[in-house]
């Protein structure tokens, strides 16, 4: 191929991708319905710019923050179903909301065609460096001992991170108090400074500290051991069987998005993901890098609802 030919392929591109079945015939919009600056945002910003290379269109995040996702989710599901809006969603607006908030502008589980797992963040369960817990069961031995004395934060009421911290409290049977804040940064500047006793963040978010030794692990929610963090035990482990608990984010079209569009934009985001610059550079944080097919995901938010909708009702968790 001559170097004329090689400057053309960028103005080809969206020819050639409208001529292999139409799409993307013009420009793609991610929705990310949290606050710039944020893990969604962070994630979308390097995808965007490798669909929009792999694509053939410019691909344009737009943050749409509110009401723990469902603003910004309820303008893709109702955006027309033809491939060009797309939503970054996290466990709220995909699978938990429903049982958190009282009124729902839209049903997840008919409103949206998953397209595929992005990532998993999962969590870890982090005390201040200066508390006496060296370990998970003595943690859980002083949560009996006294019932509602220690406190755990969270981002806010009915975060993932206060959900967490009802998991444990029902698989434990110890009662933590639930001190929710607006959001993670400011919960774990008080576990620092020792306001605050525990935490069950994302891994990414708590990483840093738990590297400086200000704050302790204790166990990883997972069902194996961390890379980055391979001298934590996982729950079971310590100890807490059944400990399983992540956040998650996830590609999703508005409900009607032809099958075969979601598809490959599925193949797309899995072929991003093993980029050098996505990927190994997310698994660094502590995520587990996603990938896959629409079936999967759909099978995996379906796993994720049965599991949440028994532990919000009988926690009796709200959202603000």
């Not at 694509?55 to 060009?84: M, S, T």
């Not at 029902?170 to 605050?196: F, K, Q, S």
């Not at 502590?286 to 099978?299: D, I």
């Amino acid at each position: 191929m001559d170097r004329r030919s090689l400057l053309a392929l960028p103005l080809l591109a969206p020819a050639l991708a409208a001529a292999q079945g139409g799409w993307p015939a013009r420009p793609i919009r991610i929705v990310v319905p949290f606050p710039p600056g944020g893990l969604a945002d962070l994630l979308a910003r390097p995808l965007a710019l490798r669909l929009q290379s792999a694509l053939g269109q410019p691909v344009v995040v737009e943050n749409r923050p509110g009401a723990g996702g469902n603003i910004g989710a309820d303008a893709v599901a109702k955006a027309a179903p033809d491939g060009a809006t797309w939503l970054l969603g996290s466990i709220g607006p995909l699978a938990a909301n429903p049982f958190l908030f009282a009124n729902m502008p839209f049903d997840p589980r008919t409103a949206f065609a998953p397209c595929v797992q992005l990532i998993s963040t999962p969590k870890v369960i982090a005390v201040n460096a200066s508390r006496p817990w060296r370990d998970l069961p003595a943690l859980l031995a002083d949560a009996r001992a006294r019932p509602g004395a220690i406190r755990g934060g969270s981002a806010g009421n009915g975060s993932s991170l206060h959900i967490a911290l009802a998991l444990l409290n029902r698989l434990a049977g110890v009662e933590i108090t639930h001190v929710p804040y607006r959001g993670a940064a400011p919960a774990v500047t008080d576990l620092v400074a020792g306001t605050l006793d525990l935490i069950i963040d994302n891994t990414p978010n708590i990483l840093p500290q738990l590297r400086e030794g200000t704050v302790r692990p204790l166990a990883v929610a997972t069902a194996a051991r961390l890379p980055v963090l391979p001298e934590v035990p996982t729950a079971e482990e310590a100890g807490l069987p059944g400990f399983v608990f992540g956040t998650w984010f996830g590609l999703a079209a508005p409900a009607r998005t032809p099958p075969d569009i979601v598809a490959r934009m599925a193949e797309a985001v899995s072929a991003a993901l093993r980029e050098p610059e996505i990927g190994p550079r997310l698994a660094e944080t502590g995520a587990v890098v996603g990938g896959g097919t629409p079936e999967q995901f759909a099978a995996f938010i379906a796993a994720q609802v049965a599991v949440l909708e028994p532990l919000i009702r009988e926690a009796r968790i709200r959202a603000d």
